[in-house]
């Protein structure tokens, strides 16, 4: 497997859709929320409105990368990278929010796709990432633990235990 992150682009509108159709098709929550924000049928509208530009809604800038498995030529997942904390984000999101295609879990995908994450952090000048992950979610715990990340506390959200850890890329 050799992955990396890309931008959306026409090109990828396949890799995208059909990552979608499977995500969609379990009835599962899509993490990360950037990526479901939108409606993705629309392509181009979605491609052109995808990251989040200055402070509305209580969001915050972004970058949305989209990782592709380079000798499978598949979309297998997706990272969101928010580039500074509101209180919100403190609190519960952090600064990297991933997910994994269904297909694609239990295959060492995050781990890879957080460290690639990362270094995407370190050229926008983010020295501490915080990552936030439901207690119950041992695989994601692992994955941010893999590369780095420090429990720091856990906090309750919605009647839900959410996990706390930092990453010291500086």
């Known amino acids: 497997?050799?992955?990396k992150l890309v931008k959306l682009d026409k090109k990828y509108e396949k890799h995208f859709s059909d990552m979608m159709e499977e995500w969609y098709s379990t009835g599962e929550?899509?993490?990360?929320?950037a990526i479901r924000r939108l409606d993705f049928?629309?392509?181009?509208?979605?491609?052109?409105?995808?990251?989040?530009?200055?402070?509305k809604e209580g969001l915050v800038p972004d970058s949305t990368f989209f990782c592709l498995d380079e000798e499978r030529d598949i979309f297998v997942g997706a990272v969101n990278i928010r580039h500074y904390l509101n209180d919100s984000l403190l609190l519960n999101g952090g600064h990297i929010?991933?997910?994994v295609r269904p297909s694609e879990r239990r295959k060492g995908v995050a781990v890879e796709m957080i460290g690639l994450a990362l270094k995407e952090c370190k050229k926008l000048g983010?020295?501490?990432?915080?990552?936030?992950?439901?207690?119950?979610?041992?695989?994601?715990?692992?994955?941010i633990m893999y590369n780095g990340g420090v429990l720091?506390?856990?906090?309750?959200?919605?009647?839900?235990?959410?996990q706390r850890f930092w990453i010291d890329i500086g």
């Not at 207690?135 to 994955?143: F, M």
């Not at 720091?152 to 959410?162: R, T």
């Open 97 to 99: 929010g991933d997910g």
């Open 29 to 33: 929550k899509i993490i990360p929320y």
């Open 1 to 3: 497997m050799k992955l």
């Open 152 to 162: 720091e506390n856990e906090v309750m959200i919605g009647g839900i235990v959410e």
């Open 126 to 143: 983010i020295n501490k990432v915080l990552m936030v992950c439901d207690r119950k979610n041992i695989g994601s715990a692992k994955s």
């Open 41 to 55: 049928r629309d392509f181009d509208y979605y491609m052109n409105n995808l990251e989040v530009k200055d402070n």
